[in-house]
């Protein structure tokens, strides 16, 4: 029996649309089978589709499931703010004024409200494994790696590939080489890797890009925030705290901006959503 559900496309890390993140989110997933969330994932064909349920954690104000075209996620960025401004602009109720507490395959993930309306959530911790391997030059198509920082693969539940470079123009001339590049990606296990370089002169400071593979074929994340939030960590963890902003997505002609503050409750990624299409989905 064919049912209606509510459905809304927000686009994320920007305040207008067309130039973030898109993501698609299922508004009451209840019932659903695993089969039927990795079908619809498929069929939006965006980086990301979520899923709403109602929480298990009593603390929780939801649950949402997170799927690529291919796969489960346990944690990702976008889908999470995506996610939260899509239940907030229906009304929900939550159990503490200003934030939300999220629960994902991950745990709980916990996401603060500006006045301004702009989302952030905390960074979860990371697991950092160090990686140098010649590969890294020939995947990405580069010699402009910055060779004072490491190397380093994230995993805070999505593995990112941490990759600095020595400026944001060599960032945005990487042309990855399809078969070293898929090499590169099973050698080290991870879901993608993000170059990252300093710009100058801007309101950012950082250009990142967020490359992995998607149904066999190399692609770009339009603006990451798990890829983000492991950059955030591995800052910290070389003793840096300063708060910064960032740009993605311009290789892809979009606009995507997110801001990285550290405070005595966490690290904060942040940035602005807004819905672009909203209605019912048929299942």
Known sequence: MTQLRAFKQVDVFT?????????????????????????????????????????????????MRIFTPDYELPFAGHPTLGTAHALLEAGITLKNVGEILQQCGLGLVKVKISDDGALAFAAPEA???????????????????????????????????????????????IKPDAVEFARLIKKTRVNGVMPFGPIQGAEEQYEV??????????????????????????????????????????????????SVRYGADGIWIGGQTVTVIEGTIRI
């Open 15 to 63: 305040s207008s649309p067309y130039n973030g993140n898109p993501l698609a989110v299922i508004m009451d997933a209840s019932d659903l089978s695993d089969e039927q969330m990795q079908t619809i994932a498929r069929w939006t064909h965006l980086s990301e589709t979520t899923f709403v349920l109602p929480a298990t954690d009593p603390t929780a104000d939801y649950r």
């Open 127 to 173: 697991i950092f494994t160090p990686f140098s391997d010649a590969p890294i030059s020939s995947a990405l198509n580069s010699d402009s790696l910055e060779e004072q920082l490491p190397v380093t693969i994230a995993d805070m539940g999505i593995r990112w590939l941490l990759v600095p470079m020595t400026t944001a123009e060599a960032v945005l001339a």
């Open 209 to 258: 890009r967020g490359l992995l593979i998607e149904e066999g074929v190399v692609t770009e994340d339009l603006v990451t925030g798990s890829a983000n939030a492991c950059l955030s960590r591995y800052f910290q963890q070389r003793g840096v705290e300063l708060d910064y902003r960032v740009r993605q997505g311009t290789a892809m002609q979009r606009a995507g901006r997110l």
